[in-house]
Nanobody, 117 residues
């Protein structure tokens, strides 16, 4: 059974940084495309960043390019999202997702990120 557990969210001032983690279990982490999504109040869930299986390539939403970095440690079955230069509009619940062969295998429960002074 796929399990994904996010951590690292919190309250941060504009311009600050946070690092999110997503620990995976119950599946072969390295063979899955791993993604970070977010959902702000009153909005739909949007893709923030993606790391393909094996970590061969990454993709980012235009709104976070140059500020966020996705990475993975396949030996630790963990996905990361380093978020720098945070803005109030980055406030959302952040979720990680596991996917293989275009089939979504699971979602985490989410971690709240609030950017406010």
């Amino acid at each position: 059974q796929v399990q994904l557990v996010e951590s690292g969210g919190g309250l941060v001032q504009p311009g600050g940084s946070l690092r999110l983690s997503c620990a995976g279990s119950g599946f072969i982490f390295s063979t899955h495309t791993m993604s970070w999504y977010r959902q702000a109040p009153g909005k739909g869930r949007e893709l923030v960043a993606q790391s393909t299986a094996g970590g061969g390539s990454t993709n980012y939403a235009d709104s976070v390019k140059g500020r966020f970095t996705i990475s993975r440690d396949n030996a630790k079955n963990t996905l990361y999202l380093q978020m720098n230069s945070l803005k109030p509009e980055d406030t959302a619940v952040y979720y990680c997702r596991a996917e293989r062969w275009n089939i979504v295998r699971g979602w985490g429960q989410g971690t709240q990120v609030t950017v406010s002074s």
